[in-house]
Nanobody, 131 residues
Framework: HVQLVESGGGSVPVGGSLRLSCVSS?????????MGWFLQAPGKEREGVAT???????SVADSVKGRFTISQDGAKNTLYLQMDSLKPEDTGMYFC?????????????????????????WGQGTQVTVS
């Protein structure tokens, strides 16, 4: 059973930075997978922020392109989201998600799966507040 635990959220001023981490309970998540970060902003539907597959190919939302970077460290079973130049509209709960099916791997971009529908494992989220 895969468990994902996010951390690194907090309250920061506009223009500040945060690095979110997502630790997986099992290492095989990083051998063949699609993983991503998703934002649930207040009063809005969940939306994709960035995804990365086991080959390191990334997909980043236009709203955060140039400011956020997704990365992974298989040795540490950890997914990261480096968030720079934060804006108030980045505020919300950030969720880490993972998919291990062939379907999730083949749709591992925000264009193909903008809401993470194919990702079967989700963390509890970490709150980010920018003001």
């Amino acid at each position: 059973h895969v468990q994902l635990v996010e951390s690194g959220g907090g309250s920061v001023p506009v223009g500040g930075s945060l690095r979110l981490s997502c630790v997986s309970s099992v290492g095989y998540v990083f051998s063949s997978h699609c993983m991503g970060w998703f934002l649930q902003a207040p009063g809005k539907e969940r939306e994709g922020v960035a995804t990365i597959d086991s080959d390191g190919r990334t997909s980043v939302a236009d709203s955060v392109k140039g400011r956020f970077t997704i990365s992974q460290d298989g040795a540490k079973n950890t997914l990261y989201l480096q968030m720079d130049s934060l804006k108030p509209e980045d505020t919300g709960m950030y969720f880490c998600a993972a998919g291990l099916t062939s379907r999730s791997l083949s749709t591992c971009t925000l264009e193909d799966d903008p809401w993470g529908t194919e990702l079967g494992y989700w963390g509890q989220g970490t709150q980010v507040t920018v003001s």
